[in-house]
């Protein structure tokens, strides 16, 4: 599986009409805020970090992620996005439940639940057991 990097594109994209235009409005000179390669790379870094807290994951090229991360990235970066503008009252917190799975994600990463592999597993030995896929006698 070829790791990705996160684009300013997976994250704009998941930004309301309003939230966009707060972005864009909060830049110099109108363009946009230059914050968000800056959290690009904060997200990107801990979703790294959680992965690579499992020594059996396999880990991609610097700076890139699994495709599947892409949106829970995305929705934290969103996030930290949004946090650092200004915004209407009552939209301090507008998507928590997207918010709650994004993090929901990476605790499984580094629990453990979730693995990455760039290569098939090794055949088990036959006297290994297993039930569900995880070895039950490790002597």
């Not at 499992?54 to 929705?75: E, R």
């Not at 996005?81 to 917190?93: A, D, F, K, R, Y």
């Not at 499984?108 to 090794?122: E, G, N, S, V, Y």
């Amino acid at each position: 599986m070829s790791w990705v990097a996160l684009q300013e594109s997976d994250v704009l994209d998941r930004l309301a009409d309003d939230e966009r235009a707060s972005y864009e409005e909060a830049g110099e000179s109108g363009t946009p805020t230059p914050r968000l390669p800056g959290i690009i790379n904060q997200v990107t870094a801990t979703i790294r970090e959680a992965i690579e807290s499992n020594p059996q994951n396999y880990v991609g090229d610097a700076g890139k992620i699994p495709p599947g991360a892409i949106l829970h990235a995305a929705t934290l970066a969103r996030l930290l996005l949004i946090g650092s503008q200004p915004t209407n009252e009552g939209e301090t917190n507008p998507r928590q439940r997207e918010e709650s799975a994004a993090w929901d994600y990476i605790k499984r990463i580094q629990d453990r639940k979730l693995t990455f592999t760039d290569t098939p597993a090794p055949p088990r030995d036959a006297s290994t057991g297993a039930y569900g896929g995880r070895c039950y006698m490790e002597f």
